[in-house]
């Protein structure tokens, strides 16, 4: 996490599954920049959040992961947050939407959907959770995952961005994985409450993304009343990754908009 915010302009970053908080490692240099307290979470199991021998011991869900982010803005006295997720980290967005709407000032959604899982979807992350769980590495998952994570154009040409993916993913806990699909998997449909937010909101989307397809968004901006959609191009659903320097871009275009609070 970065030092303590002065308070008034802090953007919470939540990062994808199965990463870690690296995600964001090319957009907090210009972000702060800009004049923004950046706030990277690695979240619970996730990077140095990573559990103890036993693993985990509590119910998987995103209410919880949305619980660590409300303590962290407790600890640095931010009374609220512009809250950006990508994909995962935008599934816990909605999720803090739900439980804290007053600690939220703005969001940024990037590649993720505001639906729930349906039975397929959920029925194969029980499994991948079981599956990692068995084989005690997360080294099968990422030859799965990251062929699709990241878009073609990072496929071809941007072999170091490939090859940190891959690594971060091999680093992850497999007990991270496990807990995370099934806090996934039970998720509800985020869209009711993104139609109850009438604060400034930007839709972010890789146009290679083939994880979260462009329908979702088209969903997510239906329900945004307040809702600003930038396309990143030559990127997939790791944007942030992928082309940090267009996500830093879009993110200080869209904060200078966003009114300062009292933090
Ligand atoms: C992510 O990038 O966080 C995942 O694709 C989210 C998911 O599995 O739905």
Request: net charge negative; glycine share 12%.
């Given at each position: 996490m970065t030092s303590r915010p002065s308070l008034d302009r802090v953007l919470m970053l939540l990062h994808a599954f199965?990463?870690?908080?690296?995600?964001w490692d090319g957009v907090v240099g210009p972000v702060s920049e800009a004049g923004w307290d950046v706030v990277v979470p690695d979240l619970?199991?996730?990077?140095?959040?990573r559990y103890g021998?036993?693993?985990?011991?509590d119910e998987p869900s995103l209410a919880a992961m949305a619980r660590d982010v409300v303590g962290i803005l407790d600890r640095i006295g931010a009374r609220s947050a512009v809250v950006g997720g990508l994909s995962m980290g935008g599934y816990v967005a909605m999720e803090l939407l739900r439980q804290?709407?007053?600690?939220?000032?703005a969001m940024i959604l990037a590649d993720t959907k505001g639906t729930a899982d349906d039975d397929v979807a959920r029925a194969n992350r029980l499994r991948v959770a079981e599956q990692v769980l068995a084989a005690g590495s997360t080294e099968a998952l990422a030859r799965a995952m990251v062929p699709t994570l990241v878009g073609t154009t990072t496929l071809a040409a941007r072999p170091a961005v490939v090859d940190r993916v891959r690594r971060v993913i091999e680093a992850t806990d497999p007990a991270a994985v496990a807990w995370a699909q099934r806090a996934m998997a039970a998720r509800p449909d985020s869209l009711p409450t993104l139609a109850g937010f009438a604060g400034p909101a930007l839709v972010l989307w890789g146009?290679?993304?083939?994880?979260?397809p462009r329908s979702e968004q088209d969903l997510l901006l239906a329900s945004l009343a307040g809702g600003r959609f930038e396309i990143v191009e030559?990127?997939?659903?790791?944007s942030a990754m992928e082309a940090p320097e267009a996500v830093s871009a879009a993110l200080v275009r869209f904060l200078a908009e966003v009114p300062a609070g009292p933090g």
């Open positions: 199965p990463l870690d908080k690296s995600v619970r199991g996730f990077g140095e959040s021998p036993d693993g985990p011991d804290a709407p007053d600690r939220v000032a146009e290679q993304d083939v994880v979260s030559d990127a997939g659903h790791l």
